[in-house]
């Protein structure tokens, strides 16, 4: 068994061509910059149909090769994953052999787009999501790594070995330390995958595996910490804006009082075991945690309370879901607050996870908060709030049925670009190995373990760093796309 290139055979054919097309691309690039700076301001032209007039002269052309440049790079990349699902094992490299590991993946995207561009007209803005080439890349990259993490912790498709085993071979353990890319595992007929893709760690770990792992822990972490300093910050949020007075300067002050802190701080003073031990994060979690309840209850109340029939199963329901999970969340085994019987915990969080969800919970409501407060401001004074009052409608009526909904733009758009704020703040506290356990395959965890011998095999650092850097910048596209979108509206 021979250790794989980067390629494979296919190289010898794709390779100039994607090196030939991104120097062309390059050289237009900078041309386009250059001629930019001379050229006359544009003035906004439409045709007969509403399509806008494109740019005439050189600088026209230049752009118009760049869309074409564009179109066959990405027909090239296309050509590397195609022929590295169809073709045999080994003969398109690394690259093809990564692209036949994310086939569940491929297929997945495939039917999200076709069938989300199928019925956009009927799904609002998501939908609109679609008529944006930017928002598009952006959702691509985010449901790329949305899909990993779930068919690597639910099936264990993606992963080639065990993200946290090591070689119980002592001669295979000492060859795949800091082993390169394509490095065969042993001699290959071992009876299980035949190279480490993106080579081995410090501790002859499979980097692909810890790579693919983490996006697990990202995907799981980052969303629901987010979504739950949104529940904070728009309980607090609208109150504060809409009723003013002594009750917004109250809450302004105590946001203002936590923002005051630098966040890396922050983080370190929450997730520092002196800290733990004294039980401040579990206590955290039950204020924090309760709010989605409390979200919830005047949500459901405000919008039935004039048909009790109605109203009152719904809340027994719904706030009966809600609690138990709210009591199996905040009873964890190893903490100070484990009180829930074993037949009734529905799940256990790891104690490193459930200090770090708490952190980026509090760190995070407070400029939810100033977000929704300062949008409440300007949309109560509008026509449809008068209206509601005239009417004689309750103010959490208002406020969480007519001024939310008319918040959601830029709330959706803060929502996606936040996530990427959590992501990174995630790597960091991985990197700093503080919070998740030390053989945690995280992003961060994993840079911090390759860092150390970066000059001579950056493969270890680089592999986490650039699934961190495309999860971010498919958030922001993402956030770029929606708020394009949104403004539409």
Known sequence: MEPLSWTGSVGVFLNPLLGIAAAIFAILVIAQ?????FAAPVTLQSNADGTLVARAGALGTVENLLRYLVFALVLIVLAYIITGIVLPYGQTGILGAMSKRFLP???ALILTFGLSMMFKRKLGLYGKLFDSTIGMIGFGLVMFWVYTAIFSALFGWIETFDPLGQPSDLFIAKAMKNAFPGAVFGTGTEGTFP???LGGDTLARDIFSRMVAGSAIVIQIAPLATLFAFM???TLGLP???????LDTLLSFLANLILAFPVILLFYLLVTPEIVDTGIPSFMAVVLFVFPIVFFAVLLNSRYHTQPKVRTPLLIVVLGALGWLYLSLVSQDGTVLHFMPGGLDLFDVPPGILVVFVSVVFVNAPTVFRIVRSLTLELSTRDYVAAAQTR???????????????????????FCLRIGYTTILLGTLGFFGLGL?????DWGSTINAGRKLLSQFPHGALAPALALLSLVLGLNLLADGLREESLKD
């Open 33 to 37: 910059m250059v001629m930019s700076l």
């Open 105 to 107: 993946i491929w297929v």
């Open 232 to 234: 904070v910050g728009i």
């Open 392 to 414: 004689g409608e309750g103010s959490w009526y208002i406020m969480l049925w007519e001024i939310l909904p008319n918040a959601r733009g830029p709330l959706i758009v803060d």
């Open 437 to 441: 356990p030390p053989e945690s395959p």
């Open 195 to 197: 190279h480490y893709l």
């Open 240 to 246: 504060a804006g809409y009723f003013k007075g002594r």
